[in-house]
């Protein structure tokens, strides 16, 4: 369709590049009219065929957005299912961790996993929609949130969500807007949920625990102090369901900022520092290996972010600056990272 669309738009607009997408195509090049004559007269001839066209650019660099109407206008059924899937697998999970084997004589119990389950996807949930308003803001193609429900022997019931991109991003402004969104609603959020549950949390002596210990991070162990103050050695805290769906949530968006490829991380830190991200990219995997020595699950995520490449590809106009107050927002998403880092997420007792 590239060729199509630079063929009947030629008069109009010089084509130098084409992206194509499953419901976009993305021309980059130089209008050869005002910007307002390109978009309404490109949209006359292409609207009939059931294409919208919007121009984007500064100075004489340009892009074309053509993106059918005619496809995706389906109700999201597994989007639907995979959200209830999701809601199932964590409240059985959460339920389950909670009441042992007699939720299988008292399925009553399932309630038990009720405060855990909602704002864990409460948290997700605002994560993703985060990243989707903001994409549909910079006139990024984007799928609805896929959540991905996990077995019940997994410890949280799920694997996270994701979205899919069917767009280029065309500046390191719109990828570093689409990116910072969702950590920091899920952040937000978290933290809400980590202030609510300490305040419900109990102290009992660390003789009498069992199951998990869940490390500490920075920001963990300050709330920690604000809500409940110093413990008492010898004695630990019992979690509140809340505030343990906070930890995991300050936990997921600490792994979505690692600064490599795909992830949050790799998006923001290329909006920052443009190619030199590769590097950073290489160094945080070699950390996450050697990290592996206390924790073995940062293996798992080292193989991983390997997998999916520590390079972040770039945008069409790397060029555009970013501006001071992105690279601020920018900053403060790596300060999340910080503060939500843990070095050995869970040790068993």
């Known amino acids: ?7 009947t738009l030629a008069d109009l607009f010089e084509c130098e590049a084409v992206y194509s997408a499953q419901t976009t195509t ?16 490109a949209n006359a001839r292409l609207n009939p065929e059931g294409f919208r066209v919007t121009c984007d650019g500064v100075q004489d660099k340009f892009t074309l957005s053509i993106t059918s109407g005619a496809i995706g206008r389906g109700f999201p059924w597994l989007n639907v299912v995979l959200f209830a899937a999701t809601v199932f697998s964590v409240l059985f999970t959460a339920a389950l961790n909670a009441s042992g084997e007699a939720l299988f004589d008292d399925w009553s119990l399932i309630r038990t996993g009720i405060p855990f389950t909602f704002w864990l996807i409460f948290i997700l949930l605002l994560h993703e929609l985060g990243h989707y308003t903001y994409s549909r803001l910079r006139g990024v193609d984007v799928s609805l949130p896929y959540f991905i429900p996990a077995p019940f022997f997994f410890i949280l019931g799920t694997l996270g969500a994701v979205i899919k991109s069917r767009s280029p991003i065309k500046n390191r402004r719109d990828l570093l807007d689409v990116a910072a969104a969702g950590p920091i609603a899920g952040f937000v959020v978290a933290v809400a949920a980590i202030v609510i549950g300490l305040g419900q949390s109990e102290i009992v002596e660390s003789a009498g625990i069992g199951g998990y210990y869940l490390g500490d991070s920075i920001l963990f162990r300050l709330l920690s102090r604000l809500v409940i103050g110093t413990i008492p050695e010898g004695q630990d805290i019992i979690l509140h369901p809340i505030a343990f769906a906070g930890w995991v949530g300050l936990l997921v968006t600490m792994l979505n900022l690692l600064p490599v490829g795909s992830l949050d991380g790799g998006h923001i830190i290329y909006a920052l520092a443009g190619r030199r991200q590769r590097m950073i990219g290489y160094m945080t995997i070699a950390l996450l290996f050697a990290l592996s020595f206390w924790w073995p699950g940062w293996l798992i995520w080292g193989g991983l972010t390997l997998f999916m490449g520590p390079a972040h590809p770039p945008t069409l106009f790397d060029e555009v600056p970013l501006g001071r107050g992105r690279r601020l927002i920018g900053y403060a998403c790596m300060l999340i990272f910080v503060l939500c880092f843990i070095p050995v997420p869970f040790t068993s007792l």
């Open 26 to 41: 993305v021309i980059r090049g130089r209008p050869r009219v005002s910007v307002e004559t390109l978009e309404s007269m």
């Open 1 to 7: 369709m590239g060729d199509y669309f630079c063929r």
